[in-house]
C-alpha cells in the first residue's frame, strides 16, 4: 500500500503548535506515512522538533473559522496537541489525512515493521526467554513436571505458546482433551513455581460445563496431579460467584466441589472489559477538568472507580500470594477468557512472592512470560485509549491497571524494586503506541503468522541496553528474599499522578525533582564505591 494515497497536503507552512507545558510555537508541519513532525523554525538554530507517531492519535476534533481552522489531536499517551492552520482546505486536508493513516489496521502497515535503530540488527535475538529456556533453567520443575509442546501447531489453543509446562503424569492426549472442555483452549498450565516449598500458580480459563453440568474426568485428573501429595488446593475465580453461575447458561461455569474434590473455590470479583475501559474514560475526564472545584473532583475520581479497581487487583493478588506463600497450597487462577484479570493478578502476586521478578530484568521477563507469551490481546485491549469517540468494541486497559499497582508497590516498598517509575510510565506508553513489535498483535500464533520477530525489534532487549539500563534502574534498591505484602487500606492507594497527570506542570517539577533525587543518590554511590576500591 501507498502512504502517500492518503496523504494530499504533505507540508504546511506558518502552523501554530499548542501543546502541554511548552508556549506556542509556529513552524513548519509535515506529514509522513506514520509519522507527524512539526519543525519550529521561528528562531534561528532553535531546531526544536515535535514528533508524533500517527498511531499515537486517539482522536481527532477539527474546527473551520473563516479561511484557517484548529485540529485537535488527543493522544494515547494521554497528551492533547493544537495545530493551527491557515487555509481550510488544507486543514481539512491534513485532518483527513491524520484520521485515515492512524486508524490503518494492517500490522504489517505498522511503524515497528519499518523502524531500523542504528547498532541493532533484525538478526538480534528476539526476546528475553521462550517456555524452553524457562523450563530447562528451572532444575526443581523437572521431577514432577514437564515441557509440552502439545500446542506446537496451534491446534490446541491458539492464544497458547507452542510449549507449555505441565505436571509430568499427564500426557498429550489428556491435555488435548482437557483444552475442549476449557474457554477457548486455555487448559491449566504452569505460570510459576515456588522455590521455598514447591508450591504453583496454574492459569486457565473456565470450564464449560455448562447448564447440564458436563464434566472432563481429563481435566478433573490433570488437577488432581497438580496438588498430588498435598492436601487441597485453590480456586481462585475472578468472578463473583453470580456471575459463574450465570456463565453455565452461556455454556461457561465453574469447577464443581463434587467433580474437584481437592480443590476449594474461592470468588473474587473483578471488573473487565467495557466496565473497566469506562472507568479509564472517566478518570482521564477527571483530570482534565480546569474548574478547580475541591468537591467535583472528588466526586469524579470517586465515581470512576479506578483506584477501587487497584484496590480489588492487589487485594486478590494479596490473597493468591498468602495461599501459596503462608499457607502453603497451589493455586488455579481463572476467570472467564483467562487472557485478562486472570493474567494480572497471577503478576502481581508473583512480585509479591519472587525477588527475582523485581530486577529490572526479572520483571521483563515476567511480563514477557504472562503477558506477551501467555496471549493477552494487547491489539484488541489498546486498539483506543481514553479518548477515542469510536464506539467501545474489545479495549480493555487491563495491562495499565496492572501498571499503576505495580506502580502502588514501587512507592510502598521504594527499596524493593529494582526498576524505576520511569520505565512503567514507558511500559504504559508502549502497549498503545510503540517503535518496536513486541506488543503487536494478540498472541504467539499471529506474531509468528505475520513474521514479528523476523520484521521488527523488541522493546525488552532494547531497555536492557547499557543506556535504557541506567535511565530505568532503581538507584536506591536493595535485594530482599522476603515477600512484600501491599497495604490496600483506601489511605495506602494514591492516584498514579505520573502517569494520569503527566503533561501538567505540577507532574513535570514533581519529575524533575526525581531525577535530581536519582542523580544525586547515583554519583553518592559512585562516590561511596571509589573510596572502597581506595
Not at 491534513?94 to 531500523?116: H, K, N, Q, W
Not at 515456588?194 to 470450564?207: A, E, L, Y
Not at 497450597?329 to 523485581?358: K, N
Request: proline share 4%; glycine share 6%.
Amino acid at each position: 500500500m501507498e502512504f502517500s494515497e492518503h496523504i494530499k497536503t504533505a507540508n504546511m507552512e506558518n502552523v501554530v503548535l499548542r501543546q502541554p507545558l511548552h508556549p506556542p510555537s509556529r513552524g513548519t508541519l509535515c506529514i509522513t506515512g506514520h509519522h507527524l513532525l512539526f519543525s519550529d523554525r521561528e528562531e534561528e538554530g532553535s531546531g526544536r522538533q515535535v514528533l508524533l507517531l500517527l498511531r499515537n492519535v486517539d482522536a481527532i476534533e477539527k474546527r473551520i473559522s473563516g479561511s484557517s481552522g484548529t485540529i485537535t489531536i488527543k493522544c494515547k499517551d494521554l497528551r492533547v496537541l493544537q495545530l493551527d492552520i491557515p487555509g481550510m482546505e488544507q486543514c481539512l486536508n491534513i485532518a483527513r489525512s491524520i484520521e485515515t493513516l492512524s486508524g490503518l489496521d494492517g500490522v504489517s502497515e505498522m511503524y515497528p515493521f519499518f523502524y531500523r535503530p542504528s547498532n541493532v540488527s533484525l538478526q538480534d535475538q528476539w526476546g528475553l526467554s521462550s517456555p524452553e529456556n524457562h523450563y530447562s533453567q528451572m532444575k526443581e520443575l523437572h521431577d514432577r513436571w514437564r515441557l509440552s509442546t502439545v500446542n506446537r501447531d496451534y491446534l490446541v489453543c491458539p492464544s497458547y505458546p507452542p510449549a507449555v509446562i505441565v505436571p509430568k503424569n499427564t500426557d498429550d492426549d489428556m491435555l488435548e482433551k482437557a483444552a475442549k472442555f476449557r474457554q477457548g483452549g486455555r487448559f491449566p498450565v504452569l505460570c510459576y513455581y515456588h522455590r521455598k516449598n514447591g508450591m504453583v500458580i496454574m492459569r486457565s480459563s473456565q470450564p464449560l460445563t455448562g447448564a447440564n453440568r458436563k464434566r472432563c474426568k481429563d481435566d478433573e485428573c490433570l488437577l488432581q496431579a497438580v496438588i498430588d501429595g498435598s492436601d487441597k488446593g485453590f480456586v481462585i475465580d475472578t468472578r463473583s460467584s453470580q456471575q459463574a453461575l450465570q456463565a453455565r447458561m452461556t455454556g461457561g461455569g465453574c469447577e464443581s466441589k463434587s467433580c474437584y474434590s481437592g480443590w476449594t473455590r474461592l470468588h473474587r470479583q473483578m471488573e473487565r472489559g467495557k466496565a473497566l475501559q469506562e472507568s479509564l474514560i472517566k478518570l482521564v475526564e477527571a483530570c482534565g477538568d480546569e474548574s478547580h472545584n475541591m468537591d467535583r473532583w472528588l466526586s469524579k475520581l470517586d465515581n470512576s472507580k479506578w483506584l477501587s479497581h487497584v484496590q480489588t487487583a492487589l487485594s486478590t493478588a494479596g490473597l493468591l500470594a498468602e495461599c501459596v506463600e503462608r499457607d502453603g497450597h497451589s493455586v488455579l487462577v481463572h476467570g472467564s477468557e483467562g487472557t485478562d484479570s486472570t493474567l494480572l493478578i497471577s503478576t502481581l502476586a508473583q512480585l509479591i512472592m519472587d525477588p527475582c521478578c523485581r530486577t529490572l530484568e526479572g520483571f521483563l521477563a515476567l511480563l514477557e512470560r504472562e503477558w506477551v507469551q501467555a496471549g493477552h490481546p494487547f491489539r484488541q485491549r489498546c486498539a483506543h485509549s481514553a479518548f477515542s469517540h469510536a464506539r467501545l468494541q474489545q479495549e480493555s486497559p487491563v495491562f495499565l491497571l496492572l501498571l499503576d499497582c505495580v506502580w502502588q508497590l514501587w512507592r510502598q516498598f521504594p527499596l524493593a524494586l529494582g526498576f524505576s517509575e520511569a520505565l512503567l510510565l514507558r511500559l504504559a506508553t508502549e502497549a498503545y503506541v510503540s517503535n518496536y513489535g513486541t506488543f503487536l498483535c494478540n498472541s504467539h500464533k499471529e506474531r509468528c503468522a505475520l513474521g514479528v520477530k523476523k520484521n521488527t525489534h523488541c522493546l525488552f532487549r532494547a531497555l536492557l541496553r547499557a543506556r535504557e539500563r541506567d535511565c530505568y534502574s532503581n538507584p536506591l534498591y536493595e535485594p530482599t528474599e522476603l515477600a512484600i505484602w501491599p497495604s490496600v487500606h483506601p489511605q495506602s492507594l494514591q492516584l498514579w499522578r505520573g502517569f494520569f497527570l503527566r503533561w501538567t506542570p505540577q507532574a513535570r517539577h514533581l519529575e524533575e525533582a526525581q531525577e535530581e533525587i536519582r542523580n544525586m543518590v547515583t554519583e553518592w554511590g559512585k562516590l561511596a564505591l571509589s573510596r572502597c576500591t581506595q
